[in-house]
């Protein structure tokens, strides 16, 4: 590699990669360049000494980061660990007056036709992306990062991120509309199954339910769907979406995990930023300034003329309208109770007249509504509820067939003991044993321990449990009984939004055997 020259200014460098090669001999190559022309660079397995706590460490590093070097391999991109953080580092950049830290995409033998996982499609849709061959791709990339950093204005690097001048553009996901087939190759979860994927699972009569209902154009729908974490919410409001195209509507899938944090600012911020994104998605020219008078009709006045005087009237066929991880916006109580409120009266207003009867409304949540809110003024007493339960023996067994493995209800039943019939925790584990990276047996040893195929799951989750100390005291509390436990309603929300316990009546215990060994061990329970 040829000598670069030292920098000017120094700048701090987080690298994000997975611990596998590709990615650990790049990201090695990247770290000795970066600290060899003069600046900081923190490597998770260079940089972290025996002993230290490494959640702590990660979460110290993103913070006085410049800048996010995110090298996207086929593993990298289907890793938790490595969506966690980009979720933070953009969380972080949203809320920073600095614009840090800048987040360098860099696709590692990735081509742009394969698809990223529905929640790092989202995180990068607006961030431009450099690819990587071959090891003559290496010192070209380093010249134009270090260029970037002798520009040394991050603002204006912000804005040039955004433009087609440095990295191409993320591609919109592809979908293939192909049947699919009764047995396929293994497939790794990595978010919301595809449309044509063999290996979606069926939960009847749910499917048809939403389905009939989505397919009123003489009345407007609420659909509202809600589970914790990874059990396949966003996969099902996107086939609701898909059955809806068919039938010629027009379709908005809307997610609000996405969201940049300064959106929920205040909700006439928020409501701009929701009619612009509908609209956008529609195809349809920003016509904010026209319809938004805050003096006069306020926000929620404004955002309803703008769906009933100009985003209606413009389109001529009914709207299905997909809100996925609306959990978000709990999160912010002065703007929730407006917002919710807002669709409870515009799904009413579709007794009363005909443009609303448009706007069907899908609503995807992980847990229960846990803000006060007037029971006149909610939607989630109004439609059609579901609630997305885990696999039966039956699904697992299918799902098991599906990946070409004869088994029987005894192996099905040795695989749920661990994980139960948590859709994601089944289908990594279908994956692993179909493609013989592992048996069955060895699985189940190793399930619960950062050497087996759950690793990058379950330090993903401890990793966010030691952000919030009083959600890791709460699971701990669970983990150490073996009776169901009582614990603070907040807490308790939030860890089933996370999917790690399951409800007995008004106590919880963990979700699987799988959270419980695991999290008795890291947390260090007697």
């Not at 110290?60 to 991109?77: I, P, T, V």
């Amino acid at each position: 590699m040829p000598t670069l020259p030292a920098a000017s200014k120094s700048a701090r460098f987080f690298i994000s990669y997975r611990s596998q090669d590709p990615d650990l001999s790049l990201a090695q190559n990247f770290y000795e360049a970066i600290k060899a022309a003069g600046h900081e660079a923190f490597m998770a397995g260079e940089s972290i000494r025996l002993g230290e706590k490494w959640p702590q460490r990660i979460d110290e590093e993103l913070k006085l980061c410049d800048y996010f070097l995110l090298l996207l391999s086929e593993r990298s991109a289907t890793s938790e660990m490595v969506t966690e953080e980009v979720r933070q580092a953009k969380q972080l950049r949203d809320g920073s007056d600095q614009y840090k830290p800048m987040i360098l995409p860099i696709r590692i033998n990735l081509p742009w036709s394969t698809p990223l996982n529905y929640d790092l499609r989202g995180y990068l849709q607006q961030i431009q992306q450099r690819e990587w061959n071959s090891p003559a791709d290496t010192p070209k990339i380093l010249k134009e990062i270090f260029s970037l950093v002798a520009d040394g204005d991050v603002e204006r690097l912000a804005d040039r991120e955004m433009s087609n001048d440095f990295f191409p553009s993320l591609p919109p996901h592809p979908l293939n509309l192909s049947p699919p087939l009764p047995v396929a190759e293994p497939e790794l979860p990595d978010g919301q199954v595809d449309l044509a994927s063999a290996f979606y699972i069926e939960r009847p009569p749910i499917e048809s339910r939403c389905y009939e209902t989505i397919l009123k154009p003489e009345s407007a729908s609420l659909i509202r769907i809600k589970a914790p974490r990874q059990m396949g919410k966003t996969s099902l409001m996107a086939r609701i979406l898909h059955q809806a195209s068919q039938q010629d509507y027009l379709t908005v899938p809307l997610s609000f995990q996405l969201a940049d944090g300064k959106v929920f600012a205040d909700l006439d911020k928020f409501l701009q930023w929701f009619c612009a994104s509908v609209g956008r998605r529609l195809r349809l020219p920003n016509k904010l300034a026209d319809y938004w008078d805050d003096d006069i009709y306020g926000s929620k006045g404004n955002c309803t003329a703008y769906f009933d005087e100009y985003l209606l009237p413009e389109i001529n066929q009914p709207l299905a309208l997909g809100l996925d991880e609306v959990d978000r916006i709990f999160q912010y109580p002065e703007i929730a109770a407006d917002f919710f409120g807002l669709l409870r009266a515009w799904h009413e207003d579709a007794n009363n007249r005909d443009i609303w009867k448009k706007l069907q409304l899908v609503v995807v949540h992980s847990t229960e509504v846990y803000i006060p809110m007037d029971m006149n003024q909610s939607p989630f007493n109004l439609g059609l509820g579901i609630e997305l339960s885990e696999f039966n023996a039956q699904q697992v067994l299918d799902l098991a067939r599906r990946h070409g493995l004869n088994w029987s209800f005894t192996q099905v039943e040795q695989l749920m003991a661990m994980v139960g019939g948590h859709p994601y925790l089944v289908r990594v584990a279908l994956y692993h044993i179909a493609r013989q990276d592992i048996t069955l047996n060895l699985l189940l040893q190793t399930a619960p321990t950062e050497a087996g195929p759950y690793s990058d799951h379950l330090r993903r989750h401890l990793w966010n449990l030691e952000q919030h100390p009083e959600l890791a005291a709460a699971i701990k509390k669970v983990v150490a009984n073996t009776s169901p436990v009582r614990l603070d309603s907040i807490q308790c929300f939030k860890l089933l939004s996370m999917g790690l316990l399951q409800q007995q009546g008004n106590d919880v215990t963990p979700r699987c055997d799988l959270y419980r060994q695991y999290f008795r061990d890291r947390l260090r329970v007697s």
